[in-house]
């Protein structure tokens, strides 16, 4: 499958200014690059530092709304580890879609999601992790 994204250049600089405010601590900088290495697998139209910035401003809204710092995502179950990246990962979307020039259909946003799921997955698996389950449905 390929997708192509046309990305708004003055939305994106508008993302990347507001994450300018955004201190990111070693703990932190390390989830935020594990997850644009998962994630870039399945974009890799997008330039790195572009999807990283979308996924900066993404982890923020996931903090806000869970009520939870983004440092404690270590210290959670794998499988939680998953459903809290699946979270995440609807706010990515969310953030790209705004983004976007012309928006990605459901069953795109589903093609990716799976493929970043798995490939995070993979990564905690080589982490020596042993993912018992999660439903990418």
């Known amino acids: 499958m ?4 046309e990305l708004d250049q003055g939305k994106v600089n508008a993302v990347k200014i507001s994450i300018r405010k955004r201190i990111l ?12 290495d998962c994630i ?13 910035s979308i996924l900066i ?10 009520a939870l710092p983004l ?4 210290f959670m179950h794998v499988n939680d ?6 979270s995440i990962y609807g706010f990515f979307i969310a953030r790209i879609q705004d983004i976007l ?3 990605l259909d ?25 993912v018992d389950y999660y439903s990418f449905n």
């Open 71 to 74: 440092n404690d995502f270590n």
């Open 57 to 66: 401003c993404a982890t923020r809204d996931w903090e806000m709304n869970r």
């Open 40 to 52: 870039i697998n399945a974009m890799p139209s997008i330039v790195r530092d572009t999807l990283r």
């Open 101 to 103: 020039i012309e928006e």
């Open 2 to 5: 390929s997708v192509r994204f």
């Open 25 to 36: 601590n070693k703990k932190q900088t390390e989830i935020i690059d594990t997850f644009t």
């Open 81 to 86: 580890r998953i459903k809290e990246f699946d």
């Open 106 to 130: 459901e069953e795109t946003i589903d093609f990716l999601r799976k493929a970043s799921l798995t490939n995070y997955s993979d990564f905690l698996g080589s982490e020596g992790y042993a």
